[in-house]
């Protein structure tokens, strides 16, 4: 690759929780041309810190890409106790793979200042941030040092709901719920926000035919995809009356990669942290009700077949 397709890749940081979901995200990301991933970073999320930094690393170099270094997060939120979601993910996270020891070591330096010596020796608007899983690692960047606020291209985040109601409480999604003021903090940053919440990606869900042809791709990638699949679907199928689960995460990567295949809508998206009844609401204002000036971009529709086929497609490549 010459210097001038280096220069045109688009430079992103990504921090999640691995979460099968996560994974699929990773691997669409990590042999995507299009992307220079500068740095994964793991919070604690859907299972603790300490297996998300184990798992970003084992799946990280599963796709090849030693190259990539690897940091631990925060271990919680910054004001809540941390839930996690093992009922959902397994006791790994990422159950459904053959578990190794990555080669891949540990990283000493803090996910956070990371993030923050990144984006410090950045140009303005050069980097974008994609975090998958609860917010914490960005807000806490943003909270200590915000000179680095001007250097964030764009945030893609996967988190919240609006008409499809919340998937760990009646009003909130997962990722918002787990630390509902690091999201506040987000929402209110000021650059650009682009947001995929359950209300399009519980319009992306797995069926045993695209696990199947998942599988048949036969490399080790996609062999280590529908088995996590195979086990994500099976809590998710039975909740919400599928034949499997939604693929939230890899929406992120997804949009970056073909953003045609969704549509958007610029909305004012605030984030309940007080209430105990609606703690992690994002209240969405899609019909401009309130007249506040819109600071994220909602996607709230995805053509299901375009998706799954550049998903089958990447993994195909592996």
Request: aromatic share 8%; glycine share 8%; hydrophobic share 40%.
């Amino acid at each position: 690759m010459n210097k001038s397709d280096e220069n045109s890749k688009l430079p992103i940081i990504i921090d999640c929780d691995p979460g099968q979901d996560d994974a699929l995200m990773l691997f669409l990301a990590l042999n995507a041309p299009e992307l220079d991933v500068l740095g994964v970073v793991a919070c604690g999320g859907n299972v603790p810190l300490a297996r998300t930094e184990l798992n970003c690393r084992i799946l990280v170099e599963m796709a090849g890409r030693v190259d990539v270094p690897v940091f631990a997060g925060c271990e919680g939120p910054m004001v809540e106790q941390l839930f996690t979601a093992e009922y959902l993910h397994g006791e790994t996270g990422i159950d459904g793979i053959d578990f190794f020891e990555p080669s891949l070591p540990k990283n000493e330096k803090h996910g956070v200042d990371f993030i923050i010596e990144t984006l410090r020796s950045a140009e303005n608007e050069e980097i974008t941030l994609v975090p998958t899983g609860p917010l914490t690692n960005i807000a806490m960047a943003m909270r200590k040092a915000p000179e680095i606020i001007p250097k964030i291209k764009q945030i893609v985040l996967m988190g919240g709901a609006c008409f499809e109601g919340g998937n760990v409480t009646p009003s909130a999604e997962f990722n918002i719920y787990v630390d509902p003021h690091a999201a506040d903090v987000v929402m209110r940053c000021g650059r650009p926000i682009v947001m995929f919440g359950l209300d399009v990606t519980h319009q992306v869900m797995t069926d045993p035919k695209i696990v199947a042809d998942i599988r048949a791709l036969g490399n080790k990638v996609a062999h280590a995809s529908a088995g996590m699949l195979d086990f994500f679907g099976q809590y998710d199928a039975a909740k919400y009356s599928e034949q499997g689960g939604p693929l939230h995460d890899p929406c992120t990567i997804a949009w970056l990669l073909e953003p045609e295949m969704f549509v958007l809508k610029h909305c004012h998206v605030t984030i309940e942290t007080s209430s105990k009844l609606t703690r992690g609401h994002t209240a969405v204002d899609f019909w401009g009700v309130t007249g506040n000036q819109p600071n994220v971009a909602w996607a709230h529709k995805v053509d299901r077949a375009r998706f799954f086929a550049l998903l089958t497609q990447r993994l195909a490549q592996y």
